[in-house]
């Protein structure tokens, strides 16, 4: 069984930045791609983007390409996610995944593709 925890979510305001960290207990944790989703007040859960598990490759969304970093620290077992020039529309409670799959950035944008899911953590973006 794996467990994901974030932290690192919290207020600030339009253009400032945040950096969530997502803690995994597990041994083999170099074993696993990492994504990261987050899901607005009425709305669907939407990827965010999405690491290898050498963290060499990665993916982002439109809405976040450019904007958000994704990296890993496999021998910490933890996965960032760098948040500049942040929007009010980028306000959700993010949540950090993993999965054993092969990775592939079509896969991995995909939910269904992680079998381990943290809690989250809340972002508010204030205008």
């Known amino acids: 069984q794996v467990q994901l925890v974030e932290s690192g979510g919290g207020l600030v305001q339009a253009g400032g930045s945040l950096r969530l960290s997502c803690a995994a207990s597990?041994?083999?944790?170099?074993?696993?791609?990492m994504g990261w989703f987050r899901q607005a007040p009425g709305k669907e859960r939407e990827f965010v983007g999405s690491?290898?598990?050498?963290?060499?490759?990665?993916n982002y969304a439109d809405s976040t390409k450019g904007r958000f970093t994704i990296s890993r620290d496999n021998a910490k077992n933890t996965v960032y996610l760098q948040m500049d020039s942040l929007k009010p529309e980028d306000t959700a409670v993010y949540y950090c995944a993993a999965s054993t799959r092969p990775y592939s950035r079509r896969d991995y944008y995909f939910d269904a593709t992680y079998q381990y899911w943290g809690q989250g953590t809340q972002v508010t973006v204030r205008s």
């Open positions: 597990v041994r083999t944790f170099n074993e696993y791609g």
């Open positions: 690491i290898n598990w050498t963290g060499y490759t990665t």
